[in-house]
């Protein structure tokens, strides 16, 4: 499939889908969000990819939404777009992992993307910033909700009332980004992450993938019932006896998402 504003590349079973406007540093535009929308329902389908990686350029993961496509757009225009919104939810309903490789700027938009993949892995060069307030708005993509459940109210609400920006080793220590890595390491790192991944049951993973983001949906009761419920459900499958077995044969289990 042919897109203009990302670039998908396919290697065995994981999916490499790069961000691809490097004369706005990535900015974020209705076209791009919808390609990108488009990419992951197609990979999220296509059964031969069992990993995704959504990356940039080395100067920038996404500056954040464009601001020369929204500057003269009234309320009006926004509400009836529901601007990003359906893109955004489509991008999250991806069921397979997704990884964010994330160098450079990552702000606004830009770091709200990175917050809906499953997990970041950051370039020692990553900024992470919900800017937006120097423009004149608030986020719009889950900055506001998303930065406040992963770093806590107080340094999410620093990002965003002083609209600063966060160097990779703080978003580890803040818990934003799971790693942080050397630049030029990046992609072999998200890869070698990605095959990890790959060689797990995509019926695990993805079991994983909606018990942990369930934990942003619900109680703590309520997380732990659905927990333990999908971990009863595991005992159904093929690949829970496979994994056991493999480990009493002393051997790699191969497991067949089933
Ligand atoms: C449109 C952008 C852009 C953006 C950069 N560019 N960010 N274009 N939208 N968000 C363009 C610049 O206009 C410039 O184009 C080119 O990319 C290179 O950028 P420079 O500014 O020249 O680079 P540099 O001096 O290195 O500064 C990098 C930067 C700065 C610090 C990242 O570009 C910057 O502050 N960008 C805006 C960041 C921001 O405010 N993001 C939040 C956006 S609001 P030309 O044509 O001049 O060469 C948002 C809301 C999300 O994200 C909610 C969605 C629903």
């Known amino acids: 499939m042919a897109y203009e504003t990302i670039v998908v590349d396919v290697e065995n079973h994981i999916a490499t889908i790069k961000l691809n406007r490097p004369d706005a540093l990535n900015a974020l535009n209705v076209q791009l969000l919808g390609e990108l929308a488009k990419a992951l329902g197609e990979l999220d389908r296509n059964e031969k990819i069992r990993c995704i990686i959504l990356t940039g350029s080395a100067k920038a993961f996404a500056a954040g939404a464009d601001i020369k496509e929204m500057s003269e757009k009234s309320f009006v225009d926004m509400f009836l777009l529901d601007f990003f919104g359906g893109e955004a939810e489509a ?49 719009g993509m ?85 927990e333990r419920r999908m971990f009863h459900a595991m005992f159904a499958t093929e690949d829970q006896n496979e994994g056991m077995s493999a480990f009493a044969d002393k051997r790699s289990p191969q497991f067949r998402d089933r």
């Open 142 to 226: 889950g900055g506001t909700q998303r930065l406040t459940r992963l770093v806590g109210k107080s340094k999410s609400m620093d990002m965003h009332l002083t609209g600063r920006f966060m160097d990779a080793e703080e978003a580890e220590r803040a818990g934003l980004v799971s790693r942080v890595v050397p630049a030029k390491k990046l992609m072999e790192e998200a890869r070698t992450a990605a095959e990890k991944v790959a060689e797990k049951s995509m019926l695990t993973a993805k079991a994983v993938k909606e018990a942990v983001n369930r934990s942003y949906e619900t109680t703590l009761s309520e997380g732990l019932l659905y």
């Open 91 to 139: 991008i999250t309903r991806t069921r397979k992992p997704v990884i964010a490789a994330v160098s450079g700027y990552a702000l606004g938009g830009g770091c709200e993307l990175a917050m809906m993949c499953d997990f970041i892995i950051a370039a020692d060069t990553a900024k992470f910033g919900q800017p937006e307030i120097n423009l004149g708005i608030v986020a």
